[in-house]
């Protein structure tokens, strides 16, 4: 350990020195990036902490797509530290149409669904289309759910001579909206919207957002998940660069990490290609099947989803990250009304071979965790499964922050010497070194294995030309995520106990 006590004081005196003994934890955030409102606090391109559906308000505004990403991730993720960064929306609000017509002479309850949102009116017998539409635009401005603490992703207003018109005006600008889900359910009586509305969009949204200012005000704080709004392949690009090897994130020069995960929702043949597009293992593709009646916008599922994996990315020292997430219930999110869009296994095996992850429908109808991945297909052109598994890059960048942390705990501020024969506090050796590389591998049980082996190959050298520097190889065994269980079940009319022993 380094002491600031001089080696050569005169004056009596008895003194300690205080330092750290060095206690790695590892650090696991997830920055949600999305739009907030320009009526909120936080501003554009500018990112903060977000403990709390309250906090998110305030920063990101009620009904803000912040504002529904951190309630699906923090419905899945209840301990989660969850930040936000607020990406400046551009272009064009969708505007969308509802014409009421005459509802039923005896009145009843109307249930209209916007974006997995249930909107319910009381009609009175006698309300004419125009009462009706008054009544839809103060449910949808002054909707919130006290137990979801959600709100709307639209404003309303009458719109047309007549009054039967509500006209909807997504909150932010952009092609996002166009997505968001209008529906009347059935219910368990008559829904007295049954017939009764006609949706139309009056003006569709325009205008892809620049995700650059947020990942610049990230700055040199680590965020290991990021959860974006944003798929398209200008921000993938600016992703992806942001999160390289050679200058980027996971670069000898930043050593910050992270990771990308962005959805996707359209045919299965799109989803294929979107996959089959980016060779990345920095990226990471959420898909969804259009037309199958999603209640929940897709930013909202990918929230949910990987909120619900992120406690485990994060648990390096207990083994969590290196488990098969198979079968984890998706707290909050809705299946396909339509189960001809529930992912099938063949759909589902197809997307994994061309970088897509997956997630499936339980017995119960709940949405479950199949299989995270990344898209990283190939190395140098070659097939190559390595960082495939979403686990490997979580798990890799805890072995990387845990050496490190350990090497700098025990060896920063040392000189390098070939021996050290006082056993002087100011010297260190590459067998001093290559034994805080053991210690720390033997102590990560969770995330490597065949420890025998892989300290064997490891080697500590002194540079040849450079003697103030030290070349590490440090091979790495990682633990595997056990996904597939195959067995033989053998039929026998009868087994001749005689013949098995």
């Not at 999110?333 to 339509?338: A, C, E, F, G, I």
Request: overall charge negative.
């Amino acid at each position: 350990m380094t002491s600031n006590i001089p080696g050569n004081l005169t004056a009596p005196i008895l003194a300690f020195d205080v330092t750290s003994g060095g206690q790695f934890e590892n650090e696991s955030r997830v920055i949600l990036i999305g739009h907030g409102l320009s009526t909120a606090t936080l501003a554009a391109g500018a990112v903060a902490i977000c403990s709390s559906s309250m906090d998110a308000r305030i920063l990101a505004g009620a009904g803000s797509m912040l504002e529904g990403m951190f309630l699906a991730a923090r419905r899945n993720a209840p301990a989660q530290e969850i930040w936000i960064g607020n990406v400046a929306d551009t272009g064009t609000a969708e505007v969308r149409t509802i014409t009421c017509s005459a509802p039923p002479a005896a009145g009843g309850q109307g249930i209209l669904s916007i974006a997995g949102r249930p909107i319910s009116i009381e009609i009175a017998a006698g309300a004419t289309a125009a009462n009706v539409a008054t009544a839809l635009v103060a449910a949808i401005n002054g909707y919130y759910d006290r137990l979801s603490k959600r709100s709307l992703p639209y404003t309303a207003a009458i719109d047309g001579e007549d009054a039967t018109i509500v006209r909807v005006t997504a909150r932010h600008k952009g092609v996002y909206a166009a997505g968001h889900d209008f529906h009347i359910p059935a219910s368990d009586g008559n829904n007295a919207f049954t017939g009764k509305l006609a949706f139309a969009t009056a003006t569709a949204g325009a205008g892809v957002p620049d995700i650059s200012n947020v990942l610049a005000a990230m700055g040199d704080d680590p965020f290991e998940t990021m959860i974006s709004a944003f798929g398209d392949a200008d921000n993938l690009t600016k992703a992806a660069g942001f999160l390289n090897n050679i200058s980027g994130r996971w670069s000898y020069a930043q050593q910050l990490y992270g990771h990308y995960f962005y959805a996707k929702t359209g045919s299965s043949a799109d989803i294929t290609t979107a996959g089959l597009a980016r060779d990345n293992w920095h990226l990471t593709l959420v898909p969804r099947l259009a037309s199958g009646g999603n209640a929940e916008p897709d930013y909202e599922f990918l929230a949910g989803v990987i909120g619900r994996i992120a406690p485990w990315l994060g648990g390096g020292s207990n083994g969590d990250v290196s488990r098969n997430q198979t079968g984890l219930i998706v707290d909050g999110v809705s299946t396909p009304r339509d189960r001809g869009y529930w992912p099938e296994y063949e759909t589902r095996e197809a997307w994994l071979k061309n970088g897509v992850s997956t997630w499936k429908v339980s017995r119960t109808g709940e949405v479950t965790i199949d299989k995270i991945i990344t898209q990283q297909q190939t190395t140098n052109g070659a097939p190559d499964t390595t960082f495939r598994d979403i686990q490997r890059p979580y798990q890799l960048m805890y072995a990387l922050k845990k050496f490190r942390a350990d090497l700098a705990a025990e060896h920063s501020n040392k000189a390098i010497a070939n021996d050290n024969p006082d056993n002087l506090d100011a010297l260190t050796t590459v067998k001093d070194i290559k034994a805080t590389l053991v210690h720390s591998y033997l102590e990560m049980s969770g995330v490597l294995e065949n420890a025998n082996a892989a300290i064997e190959a490891m080697t500590v050298v002194r540079d040849p030309e450079n003697p103030n520097r030290v070349n590490i190889h440090l091979p790495l065994d990682f633990v595997n995520p056990l996904d597939i269980f195959a067995g033989l079940a053998v039929a026998n009319s009868q087994i001749n106990t005689n013949l098995a022993a």
